[in-house]
């Protein structure tokens, strides 16, 4: 009887043990990165590849992609100069380069480049009402 009880224990003992060393090995592909938070404060970025951390004090954010991306928006009617209404399709071209700063300094970074695209717009062109022919 006492045989059994220690086995059992050391069997939940092995499996708490590598239950454990499953959650410090973290694996990071390559074109990735992944933030790490200590006790709440920003720690590290997780590189490509096999990353450790440690467990219940670390917490992993989700991946950032650090290819270069690709961001098209509707076509937008303007009017040039000889006042002709012409149709622009704007695409966006951005690489994430600091996995920090894309994920603490840009919270919205849709609309920062929503904002990016109706600057460039703005640059030299009028928008024009959609409603008109």
Do not use: C, K
């Not at 004090?57 to 076509?75: A, H, K, N, T």
């Amino acid at each position: 009887m006492e045989t059994s009880v220690s086995l059992i224990a050391g069997l939940v003992i092995a499996l708490f043990a590598a239950f454990i060393v499953l959650r410090a090995v973290r694996i990071v592909p390559q074109a990735r990165a992944r933030n790490v938070e200590r006790l709440g404060r920003y720690d590290r970025t997780l590189q490509p590849g096999l990353n450790f951390v440690i467990p219940y004090f670390d917490r992993v954010y989700p991946m950032i992609d650090l290819r270069e991306q690709v961001v098209s928006f509707q076509p937008q009617p303007v009017i040039t100069e000889d006042n002709l209404v012409v149709e622009i399709d704007t695409v966006l071209y951005f690489q994430v380069t600091d996995a920090h700063a894309a994920a603490d300094a840009a919270q919205a970074a849709q609309a920062a480049a929503d904002a990016l695209e109706g600057a460039a717009e703005a640059d030299g062109y009028q928008t024009a009402s959609p409603s008109r022919p």
